[in-house]
């Protein structure tokens, strides 16, 4: 699987960005699909998932004014980010985790194993 991020970039607080992410090598109905994100000095934390129904995930920090998405061809991935703060200053990386036959679990359960290189995102105030 490979995932490759572009979108990322410098806006002021308000502004909005629309991140991509193009999956290849993969089936879609076999895998979960989502975006993180990490700051500098903190750990890694899960910004939005898809799951298998359609249904979408929004970390808390985030809800309302970010939208996860993909094509109908689920080739890529998007994270619409609308009102943005200066803590979303972050690299944002999308990944995609493989669901075993037997897993009955949510996407968000489950454990990623691909993931792209990153896509750095500041907001300043």
């Known amino acids: 699987v490979q995932l490759v991020e572009s979108g990322g970039g410098s806006v002021q607080s308000g502004g909005s960005l629309r991140l991509s992410c193009a999956v290849s090598?993969?089936?879609?109905?076999?895998?979960?699909m989502g975006w993180f994100r990490q700051a500098l000095g903190r750990e890694r934390e899960r910004v939005a998932l898809i799951e298998r129904d359609g249904s979408t995930r929004y970390a808390e920090a985030v809800q309302g004014r970010f939208t996860i998405s993909q094509d109908s061809a689920k080739t890529t991935l998007f994270l619409q980010m609308n009102s943005l703060k200066p803590e979303d200053t972050a690299m944002y990386f999308c990944?995609?985790?493989?669901?075993?036959?037997?897993?009955?679990?949510?996407?968000?359960?489950?454990?990623?194993?691909?993931w792209g290189q990153g896509t750095q995102v500041t907001v300043s105030s």
């Open positions: 090598g993969y089936t879609s109905s076999t895998y979960c």
């Open positions: 990944a995609a985790g493989r669901i075993a036959w037997w897993y009955r679990g949510t996407c968000d359960g489950l454990e990623y194993n691909y």
